[in-house]
């Protein structure tokens, strides 16, 4: 009797183990729609600036000082990278941009790996990221975004790039040393009522990693880049005008030699977790939030877009919760449980492959400098194939630059491509198409847009994040993505 018994209980197991690998077979492979566009032309640079440069104390009074006990919202345009390379070809372009992006991700990994290595915590006192090799929004591996604002009083406008991976700001500053060139004159910190040199002593001179003394004893920085580049000059601080809010006494490196492979902007606002970037500094005022809405431009003439406040948490976002890594404070980190292909959780993408030791190695960040997102290479490889044989009814393509999977989908106005999935704790973000296939050329390639890489360290890059605001609430210690969020 027992073991009939048995025997009923195995055969049902088998039944319930056959059904269940059934509905996993015949479920329906679910499918969304791409509209392959062509590589987007060059944007073109156009910005009034929202104040108009004046020395009248009536006019600047009217700005709204923003002093450490309130708090308030901002809201900018962001611009694109090309906008300075408006003369290129778009195939031009988008190689640079793939240039940029590789030496960017290599940075970040050498950076990590070097913080990881160091035994001992640093010291009191020094933050425990290093911005001595930081990579900048400026430097060749760079962050893609950048805006326009005012520095100084009265304020002078100038172009700075955005970037989460960097913490220290800084801008070019007359007299020069070595000056790259810039879109606009170059700050002349004598001519602002508001500059003000930071003596050595100071707690915000021992924040920096790389700082000095000079003759009459105020502080200096230095940052040096990935790829060689370098700012040098002195720490001070400055207001900082966005639109007509005007942010008080923020530490900024007001550099005199600034030599390497810079672009067009004239200096950085870094958007970083460490203790010397904008939103630490700010924090208070704009209660600990900001978001960042990517466009793909080649879908949408609209600016991207940055709020800063409580405006920049949208209501329809879904949270997941920001991570530290012991070593380095600089990167937002996530935890990145799975992916799902068409519908289907793909098998081989298991939460330990995205996990980040206690000794900081691994694990996932967000990052709006990097373009490409880079998934460990098992975690890449299969979610990579569960595409390839979703997407199997597409004619493929020969392999381009560090993409593996490519599709030539010349003549075609609409086709059906398997949906996309990113499940992190407690929110998952469904793709759309356009964030995962993107042209490539003009004659039809569209790549799959995800790369492996062997560092354990995954990285989600911006084109994912295009069309997504992604809200970073540091009072709340978590990250948001709201979908269709630049409207």
Not at 70 to 90: K, N, Y
Not at 413 to 428: N, Q, Y
Not at 470 to 481: E, H, K, Q, T, Y
Request: glycine share 10%; proline share 6%; net charge positive.
């Amino acid at each position: 009797m027992a073991l009939a018994g048995k025997s009923k209980l195995f055969s049902s197991f088998i039944f319930i183990l056959h059904l269940s690998i059934s509905a996993a077979v015949s479920a329906p492979l679910q499918l969304q729609t791409l509209l392959p566009r062509p590589l987007p032309s060059p944007p073109t640079l156009s910005w009034t600036d929202s104040e108009p440069e004046s020395d009248s104390l009536a006019e600047i009074a009217e700005l709204n000082t923003v002093s450490s006990n309130t708090t308030l919202e901002m809201h900018m345009e962001l611009h694109h990278l090309d906008a300075f390379s408006s003369e290129e070809t778009p195939e031009r372009l988008f190689d640079l941009r793939l240039q940029r992006d590789a030496l960017r991700a290599e940075t970040i990994y050498s950076l990590v790996s070097k913080a990881v290595a160091r035994k001992l915590p640093r010291a009191p006192g020094v933050r425990s990221g290093f911005s001595s090799s930081i990579i900048s929004g400026l430097a060749q591996g760079s962050g893609e975004y950048f805006t326009r604002l005012g520095v100084g009083t009265p304020p002078r406008y100038l172009f700075m790039v955005l970037d989460t991976g960097s913490d220290v700001v800084w801008v070019q500053c007359s007299p020069c040393k070595n000056c790259y060139s810039q879109t606009d004159p170059i700050f002349d910190p004598t001519k602002s009522r508001s500059f003000s040199g930071i003596p050595c002593g100071s707690p915000l001179c021992r924040r920096l990693d790389s700082s000095g003394c000079n003759r009459h004893r105020m502080c200096l920085y230095q940052v040096s880049y990935g790829d060689g580049s370098v700012t040098f000059g002195d720490f001070s601080t400055e207001t900082l005008t966005f639109r007509r809010n005007r942010v008080g006494r923020v530490a900024l490196g007001c550099g005199h030699d600034n030599e390497g492979l810079f672009v067009g902007a004239a200096g950085l606002l870094g958007l970083g977790r460490g203790r010397l970037s904008f939103p630490t500094q700010a924090g208070r005022r704009f209660n600990r939030k900001f978001s960042y809405c990517l466009v793909d431009r080649s879908a949408s003439s609209k600016p991207s877009s940055m709020i800063f406040g409580d405006a920049a948490i949208p209501r329809t976002a879904v949270f997941t919760p920001l991570l530290t890594n012991p070593k380095l404070d600089t990167f937002y980190y996530v935890e990145l449980l799975g992916i799902s292909v068409g519908g289907a959780r793909v098998p081989g993408v298991k939460p330990s492959l995205f996990k980040m030791d206690r000794a900081g190695n691994g694990g996932v960040i967000i990052d709006s400098g990097t373009s490409v997102t880079r998934l460990t290479r098992p975690a890449y490889i299969a979610m990579r194939d569960a595409f390839r044989i979703g997407a199997s009814n597409l004619k493929r393509a020969p392999d381009f630059s560090l993409f593996d999977t490519c599709f030539d989908l010349s003549g075609k106005t609409s086709v059906k491509v398997p949906t996309v999935v990113l499940h992190f704790r407690g929110a998952d973000v469904s793709l759309p198409a356009t964030n995962y296939l993107i042209p490539v050329d003009s004659s039809g390639t569209f790549c799959f847009a995800f790369a492996g890489t062997m560092s354990g360290l995954s990285i989600i890059g911006n084109i994912q994040q295009q069309g997504f605001r992604v809200a970073f609430d540091l009072a709340g210690s978590r990250i948001g993505f709201a979908p269709r969020g630049c409207a």
